[in-house]
């Protein structure tokens, strides 16, 4: 089997960060196709990879042909079947850690709206206060978590509610976002990831700029 993951712009795309750190920790071989966003004729080469039209898409390439799955959440779920420890491995655990990662998936849209994943971006900007709330909110079901199993993951040990959180943390960061102690030191833990700081030191040196992103609460 072979695998490949399409990927959008290191220091912006937070979607394809979370199946990158996942197939990383999972330690099988993969490559890496970057697909700059915003550029002319980018949606089409999105169409053409996939017609979710996003990335990332992981490619998976069989002696039975090739299939190409969108969405990251469905990449992760794809990787869980491949390698068993991605999930915690007590089962009401594990449903806990689906239902917190489908928060992130499908929830805190003001935080990820006016906090956009940009790696490289340090600001103290006035935030406003719905992000506020979501942040808040974050770090109450981060704080719970890591209270309740001792972190120094959500769950413990790393899963995929973490690779999901990551890009989030990512955000507190950039915008400087109030946290507590214990949520300071999770973030911590997520940045210091070898990792996730192999993919943060390819978004420092790429070049592809996203000038709307960049101009969000500036
Ligand atoms: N629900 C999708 C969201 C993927 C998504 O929105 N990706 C962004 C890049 S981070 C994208 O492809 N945007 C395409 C566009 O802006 O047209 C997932 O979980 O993978």
Redesign the pocket.
């Known amino acids: 089997m072979a695998l490949k993951l399409y990927v ?1 712009n290191y220091n912006y ?4 960060l979370r199946p990158w750190l996942i197939l990383r920790k999972m330690e099988v071989p993969f490559t890496t196709e970057m697909v700059d ?1 915003d550029i002319p004729g980018y ?1 089409e080469r ?1 169409r053409d990879i996939s017609s979710a ?4 898409v992981l490619e998976v390439s069989t002696e039975n042909g090739v299939e190409r799955i ?4 469905a990449i992760a779920e794809f990787c869980a079947k491949m390698v068993t420890n991605l999930w915690p491995k007590d089962e009401a655990q594990r449903a806990e850690a689906r239902r917190v990662t489908s928060l992130m ?1 499908e929830g805190f849209h003001a935080l990820r709206n006016e906090a956009p994943m940009n790696l490289r971006r340090r600001t103290e900007t006035k935030m406003p206060a719905d992000c506020l709330a979501d942040a808040a909110e974050m770090v109450a079901l981060w704080d719970s978590l890591l209270e309740k199993h001792d972190g120094p993951y959500l769950f413990g040990h790393w899963s995929i509610a973490d690779a999901f959180y990551t890009p989030a943390a990512t955000r507190f960061e950039s915008y400087g976002l109030p946290r507590t102690r214990r949520s300071d030191t999770y973030i911590s833990e997520l940045m210091s990831d070898e990792h996730f700081q192999e993919w943060e030191a390819m978004a420092f040196v790429e070049e592809h700029i996203l000038p709307e992103t960049d101009a969000v609460n500036a």
């Open positions: 959008g795309s937070s979607w394809s966003l949606k999105l039209a996003t990335v990332p969108p969405d990251s959440l998936h």
